[in-house]
């Protein structure tokens, strides 16, 4: 179950000034269930964006899978989930309004010095310039545990852990 409060709350969920997701999951089964699941994303099977100029080279792969079942019939059950996301895309820098006149300033500088220091910053503006290769990867892990030692009574854990490198 997934709620989404974004004001009003209620005392249950204290004091906040912006939204909040609430995720209920339901407790373990005695039955033993999971799942696997793969996508895969490369810009050589896609089209050009609407408004770009060239197609950018990218590439993601995304898998993962859980499982969950009983540890102790009635009384002990164990949930784990594993995702991750390898993704590669550009960084496109373009120098914008930097570099505007420069040519027309540089034909202005009479001053052997002072024109090689201006090409010199020119060239570096420029080497800032471009497509750059980054990658954005993502390692997410969720383990819950519940137990149930008699028909009136539970306690649940759970841990998450995330790890996004880019």
């Known amino acids: ?16 000034a912006g939204g909040l997701v609430n995720a209920v ?4 089964t005695n039955e033993l269930h999971g799942n696997a699941s793969y996508l895969f994303s490369d810009s050589a099977m896609n089209a050009r964006p609407r408004f770009a100029f060239t197609k950018p080279q990218t590439r993601q792969q995304q898998f993962g899978g859980s499982l969950g079942g009983p540890l102790k019939v009635d009384k002990l ?17 373009i120098p914008g309004t930097v570099l505007d006149g420069f040519d027309t300033t540089l034909a202005s500088i009479t001053n052997p010095d002072e024109r090689q220091r201006f090409t010199q910053a020119g060239d570096f503006v420029r080497s800032l310039t471009g497509d750059f290769d980054r990658s954005l990867d993502q390692y ?27």
């Open 1 to 16: 179950e997934f709620q989404i409060l974004n004001g009003n709350f209620t005392a249950e969920f204290g004091r906040s």
């Open 25 to 28: 999951t339901k407790s373990g």
């Open 77 to 93: 059950f164990l949930f784990g989930n594993y995702e991750q996301q390898v993704r590669r895309e550009p960084m496109i820098v």
């Open 140 to 166: 997410t892990f969720l383990t819950r545990t519940d137990w149930r030692p008699n028909a009136t009574h539970s306690l649940s854990a759970r841990f998450n852990y995330q790890k996004f490198h880019a």
